[in-house]
């Protein structure tokens, strides 16, 4: 009898949390929003107003802007974002500031005007990832900020989304510069803002413009503008100035703003230029491209090295300065590539566009180990790639039959270098090329058919 009772109670017991189930389910889920769809869609359907935080029906909603802001800073930084919604941070390779505050940006003389009733505070920025290096900084125009209540010239021009401000000038031209202190910096700094920003381009380089427009459009749905050429006011209700960087060639998910690594940025990479393959196994019969340089660092027994290739069984394509200029079609015809050689170089650069799986063979000329491994080594493992070194030996450098085996060029490149950074570069950067020596190639082409599964 008493167990009786006990399921009778059991049962109803049942039967009332059904009920009540039931109720919540009719309250939340058939009216007309849904508390986190709403939530959720106000992020993801913004359309870039400044829409300041209120509260409704109780539950406080986070101003979208502010959102994506608080994501370029943390600890101190955050709580000066938040305290007094401007916010500069400084390390070793670059300076962001960001302002969630209505900004006035005068093109023509370079100048950002934040609205605050506080005593005013001058900032200057060169907005560029490479702070380190004052050559490149020399090419670099500085944006000054004036915090507080200085007076602001009219606005021409009024804008729904933020601005990020950033440099085309520095080292940009050169492969690897324009994806390690440009491109890479940018999807750092604006994919989380899914294309809702403007950006405003100093030291503008319109075929810098036209080469990565593919990136620049997926990045942000608004036409470039062109700092010198528009010379106008702009109003904005943030901006950022400058760029996060993380490393040479890589993402770091636990660095600002969080969450995004190498993978991603591959993945961007294959949305913007629409490149089928994603893995290496997708392809048939292994290809090889081939990095020719015609100047500094050129193989001087290419044809030789081509033919030892098709020998192995590779399909080679020979990439040729003119060749690779046009990125748009040039990165269809990489991610085509199982397998990448190339001599230390800008071209190296080109690896981010290969598949997954795929096999970077970087060759190291005469006294460039470290710059080989520190540029491209260890970041091609982040791309998920495959990486060989092939270091060439002493006689395989045209400096060797230049300087005997006992100059210190050959026996000590240390010493070049201890004479400084111009003296290292124009022996061993702009100084040498290369020849092969075949049989020890073959070696590594080898080893990566191997990682290819042939």
Same mark, same amino acid.
């Given at each position: 009898?008493?167990?009786? @009772?006990?399921?009778?109670?059991?049962?109803?017991?049942?039967?009332?949390?059904?009920?009540?189930?039931?109720?919540?389910?009719?309250?939340?889920?058939?009216?007309?929003?849904?508390?986190? =769809? @709403?939530?959720?869609?106000?992020?993801?359907?913004?359309?870039?107003?400044?829409?300041?935080?209120?509260?409704?029906?109780?539950?406080?909603?986070?101003?979208?802007?502010?959102? &994506?802001?608080?994501?370029?800073? !943390?600890?101190?930084?955050?709580?000066?974002?938040?305290?007094?919604?401007?916010?500069?941070?400084?390390?070793?390779?670059?300076?962001?500031?960001?302002?969630?505050?209505?900004?006035?940006?005068? *093109?023509?003389?370079?100048?950002? +005007?934040?609205?605050?009733?506080?005593?005013?505070?001058?900032?200057?920025?060169? /907005?560029?990832?490479?702070?380190?290096?004052?050559?490149?900084?020399?090419?670099?125009?500085?944006?000054?900020?004036?915090?507080?209540?200085?007076?602001?010239?009219?606005?021409?021009?009024?804008?729904?989304?933020?601005?990020?401000?950033?440099?085309?000038?520095?080292?940009?031209?050169?492969?690897?510069?324009?994806?390690?202190?440009?491109?890479?910096?940018?999807?750092? &700094?604006?994919?989380?803002?899914?294309?809702?920003?403007?950006?405003?381009?100093?030291?503008?380089?319109?075929?810098?413009?036209?080469?990565?427009?593919?990136?620049?459009?997926?990045?942000?749905?608004?036409?470039?503008?062109?700092?010198?050429?528009?010379?106008?006011?702009?109003?904005?209700?943030?901006?950022?100035?400058?760029?996060? +960087?993380?490393?040479?060639?890589?993402?770091?998910?636990?660095?600002?703003?969080?969450?995004?690594?190498?993978?991603?940025?591959?993945?961007?990479?294959?949305?913007? +230029?629409?490149?089928?393959?994603?893995?290496?196994? =997708?392809?048939?019969?292994?290809?090889?491209?081939?990095?020719?340089?015609?100047? &500094?660092?050129?193989?001087?027994?290419?044809?030789?090295?081509?033919?030892?290739?098709?020998?192995?069984?590779?399909?080679?394509?020979?990439?040729?300065?003119?060749?690779?200029?046009?990125?748009? *079609?040039?990165?269809?015809?990489?991610?085509?590539?199982?397998?990448?050689?190339?001599?230390?170089?800008?071209?190296?650069?080109?690896?981010?566009?290969?598949?997954?799986?795929?096999?970077?063979?970087?060759?190291?000329?005469?006294?460039?180990?470290?710059?080989?491994?520190?540029?491209?080594?260890? /970041?091609?493992?982040?791309?998920?790639?495959?990486?060989?070194?092939?270091?060439?030996?002493?006689?395989?450098?045209?400096?060797?039959?230049?300087?005997? /085996?006992?100059?210190?060029?050959?026996?000590?490149?240390?010493?070049?270098?201890?004479?400084?950074?111009?003296?290292?570069?124009?022996?061993?950067?702009?100084?040498?090329?290369?020849?092969?020596?075949?049989? !020890?190639?073959?070696?590594?082409?080898?080893?990566?058919?191997?990682?290819?599964?042939?």
């Amino acid at each position: 009898m008493g167990k009786e @009772s006990s399921r009778s109670v059991l049962g109803a017991t049942s039967v009332v949390l059904l009920l009540v189930i039931f109720m919540l389910y009719a309250a939340y889920f058939t009216s007309d929003v849904c508390p986190f =769809d @709403s939530w959720k869609d106000h992020l993801s359907n913004w359309n870039g107003s400044p829409h300041r935080r209120e509260v409704d029906k109780g539950v406080e909603v986070v101003d979208p802007l502010e959102f &994506t802001m608080r994501r370029l800073v !943390r600890g101190e930084d955050r709580v000066q974002l938040e305290t007094t919604g401007f916010s500069c941070h400084s390390d070793l390779h670059s300076e962001v500031c960001v302002t969630k505050k209505p900004v006035t940006i005068d *093109n023509n003389a370079l100048i950002a +005007y934040l609205q605050s009733s506080q005593v005013q505070v001058s900032h200057t920025v060169r /907005p560029y990832a490479r702070k380190e290096d004052e050559m490149a900084m020399e090419q670099v125009s500085p944006v000054q900020i004036f915090d507080g209540n200085a007076s602001s010239p009219a606005c021409q021009f009024t804008h729904d989304v933020p601005a990020v401000v950033f440099s085309s000038g520095g080292f940009t031209g050169n492969l690897f510069h324009d994806f390690n202190e440009v491109i890479i910096p940018l999807f750092i &700094t604006c994919y989380h803002f899914k294309s809702h920003l403007q950006f405003v381009i100093t030291d503008f380089k319109p075929w810098w413009v036209r080469k990565y427009n593919q990136i620049l459009t997926h990045l942000s749905k608004f036409e470039v503008i062109n700092a010198a050429k528009d010379g106008g006011v702009h109003c904005f209700p943030g901006a950022i100035i400058g760029l996060k +960087y993380n490393d040479n060639l890589a993402l770091s998910p636990t660095e600002i703003p969080g969450g995004y690594s190498m993978f991603d940025f591959k993945h961007f990479l294959r949305e913007t +230029y629409n490149l089928k393959i994603k893995n290496v196994s =997708d392809i048939e019969k292994p290809k090889l491209l081939l990095i020719s340089r015609p100047k &500094t660092r050129k193989f001087m027994n290419e044809d030789e090295m081509v033919n030892m290739m098709e020998e192995l069984g590779f399909e080679v394509v020979v990439a040729t300065p003119n060749r690779m200029s046009n990125l748009d *079609n040039f990165a269809e015809v990489l991610n085509s590539c199982s397998v990448m050689v190339g001599a230390h170089g800008a071209g190296v650069t080109n690896a981010v566009f290969l598949p997954a799986g795929a096999v970077l063979v970087q060759v190291v000329p005469l006294g460039l180990d470290w710059a080989s491994t520190a540029y491209f080594g260890g /970041p091609a493992k982040e791309m998920g790639m495959h990486y060989l070194e092939y270091k060439i030996e002493p006689k395989e450098s045209s400096l060797f039959k230049e300087y005997g /085996p006992d100059h210190p060029v050959i026996s000590d490149p240390m010493s070049i270098f201890m004479k400084g950074y111009n003296a290292a570069r124009a022996t061993y950067v702009d100084g040498q090329n290369l020849m092969i020596n075949l049989v !020890r190639f073959r070696d590594t082409l080898e080893k990566a058919m191997k990682f290819l599964g042939h």
